[in-house]
């Protein structure tokens, strides 16, 4: 055979698509309008594909737990967290976290935690989503 | 005068930014007719301070950063400043822990050769091939992200072991990953290197001699391709692999001969991605259990940079050839006082030269492509004055040099 990838061809044209068409099957004429009918629940949006366990999605923080000892502060990578020296707490500012959990791990106490929640897209940075405190 | 009007050849320049290659950097092409009579390379287009960055921050967040110096590479980066640390710190890896950094370093080397060989298909103007090895792909980063929690930047390394076990419900999804790979090895070889269209592009295209490659000191896939054994695996005798059966991965293996052609190429990195997943097979079935990390408080670990006063170096066999990490801890902070960091693509530049003279122009995207290269990690260095870059030549930087001796022995 000297062109191998032939039958490869011809085989893939009798199989399903292997990519999930997340979040609708076509690109919407306007997105705005899309979200807005998915709203109203005239569209059902295709699910994504499930995240694995242990994934490293938003970062969830329980602040009762929280001591204030700052070890999250000295080993974030990226500075993405701030503290509060009137409450001593933290405040974590998710458009620069990288999502290594480095501070979940350091955290003496178990107060942050890792979610399954990757839908963070936004257009401003300090926006309410994006802010875990 | 009289060789401007005898000029027979035409300056080509391509890049910094081209589409023909996926990387920011810029040939010069002396070109006659259709044959390149000579190249030449210039570098420095993306430099990202990523080394100065690194000595503002202790070597735990480095460890982040170095992930990010190679978006294919993520786990080599890291695993190499984590050895140059543990070097510098005597810190003792457990023994489970280097199993699990042969699994994670040897997932990435499937990962990366795939993502290569796609990307070479493509090259060549065969886009089904890179969508078909694409998709293979996709089965490499899903248990990347199954065993490491995302599927590109890992955080799987720790200073003194790796961050994540492999547990026993782990092994099903493992073995069906692998499994999956064995049973479409033969089909991805099959096109590969039986295709006539490959084969028409790559053989005798882009050829790097043995003694070209010695005396260039080429890495990785590209100098073994060339007949060198050269593979700091098994030269370095590093982790788990002195445990592993492991070679060195030459085309003669397959084909007998070695000629150092793009094909030749292919043919190692295929190659390795059956070596690849031999070793995760080997390192699963001799893994002991035991400690995954030596020392699991952090705190007590950046205790430990403190003290520390001395340096240290890390290799390790990336994809693409031999990562050298640099550290140096001066006993005063936590911070290092000096990071430096060799990428492999650094060693496959001047490898380029021999390999394009005498090609055509087409060939320059698929001869370029095929050393793997990686512009944005091997940038280290450029030199701006007056908001003017500047090419520091080599009787520049002696005259530099014997400035700074003169300074010492005031």
Known sequence: MRFTMLPQVFAQMLKKPFTNKFPVKYVPRNTTKLLEAVGKG???????????????????????????????????????????????????????????????????????????????????????????? | MAEATTKTTYQIPIGPIHPALKEPVMFEFEISGERIVDVDVSLGHIHRTVEWTGMQRNPIQILYLAERICGICSYCHPIAFARAVEHACDIEVPERAWYLRVIQGELERICSHMLWAGVAAHEIGFDTVLYLTWQMREKALDLTEYLTGNRVTKAITMIGGVRRDITKDMLPKIHETLNYFKDNFEKLRHIFLDDKTIKMRSQGCGILTYDDALKLCAVGPTTRASGVKKDSRVDQAYFAYPDLDIDYMTPDKLTGEVNGDVYDRIIVRLLEVKQSIDLIEQCIDKMPSGEIVSEPKIPKLLATFKKTSGEGIGKHEAPRGEVFHYVKFNGESEKPYTWKVRAPTYNNILPWIPMLKDEQIADIPIVAASTDPCMSCTNRVAIIHNKKRTILDKEELHRFSVEKTRRLMK
């Open chain 1, 42 to 133: 005239e569209v059902q949006i295709i699910p994504p594909i499930e995240t694995p366990p242990n994934f490293r999605g938003k970062i969830q923080y329980d602040k009762e737990k929280c001591t204030g000892c700052q070890l999250c502060i000295r080993v974030c990578p990226s500075g993405a967290i701030e503290f509060k020296p009137e409450e001593k707490k933290i405040k974590i500012y998710l458009a620069r976290c990288t999502f290594c959990s480095q501070c979940n791990d350091v955290c003496p106490v178990n107060c942050l935690s890792m979610s399954n929640e990757f839908l963070l897209a936004d257009t401003d940075k300090y926006s309410k989503d994006l802010i875990v405190e």
